[in-house]
């Protein structure tokens, strides 16, 4: 199951101290309210709009795919960015209320019919990005979580590689862990240049990074 980034909750057997503290943090996290304040659906999007500063991967006039896309800030963030003749292609197995140039398909992307549905939707055309904001449902089991999390962004590349046309860029949110460096050895064999990123957005404590691979080698 890949619930939209952000979306995970503790374990039931942890909820209700992680659950106090969580939602402590997010009522003074200075990001949530920024969001509200500025009309976007999650504080996410400053995390997509830190990337964007630093590297410029959306352009008006671009394809995109939005894996766990729900709430939908990188998607909302992206259709801005991307004008009229942008086209955004959303995912998520959560509901997501509809965004305006945003196409959205609700699914598991676990699932290989979804997938052939997200497939079909994006079409014949190539892709010029595709991220991923996607994490699982967390066990709170350190070694099951990262296997759960890396099978996620390795679908999500195997997706990519469906999608992208050459030259292409593909963003994912990675957990740090055991499987880490062999997926971004991975990306090298397959992109121009890979960059680490964690946006001031990323808490701090958090094992998240995000992979920016760019320059898609089409074989």
Same mark, same amino acid.
């Given at each position: ?26 009522? !003074? ?48 963030? !992206? ?10 292609? !959303? ?64 679908? !999500? ?63």
């Amino acid at each position: 199951m890949a619930p939209s980034a952000e979306g995970f909750r503790p374990s039931m057997a942890k909820r209700s101290k992680s659950s106090a503290r969580w939602l402590a943090e997010h009522a !003074a996290d200075p990001y949530v309210k920024r969001a509200h304040e500025e009309g976007w659906r999650s504080r996410a999007v400053f995390k997509l709009e830190d990337i964007q500063q630093s590297d410029r991967i959306l352009r008006p006039g671009m394809t995109v795919v939005d894996l766990g896309a729900a709430p939908g800030g990188w998607s909302q963030y !992206a259709a801005r960015l991307l004008g009229e003749k942008g086209r955004v292609i !959303a995912m998520d197995i959560l509901e997501m209320p509809a965004i305006p140039g945003v196409e959205f398909l609700q699914g598991d992307f676990n699932d290989e019919a979804v997938l052939q549905r997200l497939l079909e939707l994006v079409g014949p055309g190539r892709v010029d990005l595709v991220m991923s904001d996607m994490a699982p449902n967390m066990m709170g089991i350190s070694d099951v979580d990262h296997d759960r999390s890396m099978n996620l962004v390795e679908l !999500a590349l195997d997706f990519a590689g469906r999608t992208l046309r050459p030259g292409g860029d593909f963003l994912a949110k990675v957990f740090q862990g055991r499987g880490f460096q062999p997926f971004v050895a991975q990306l090298r064999q397959q992109f121009e240049s890979v960059k680490l990123r964690k946006p001031k957005a990323s808490r701090a404590r958090s094992a998240e990074v995000y992979v920016l691979a760019r320059g898609y080698r089409l074989v």
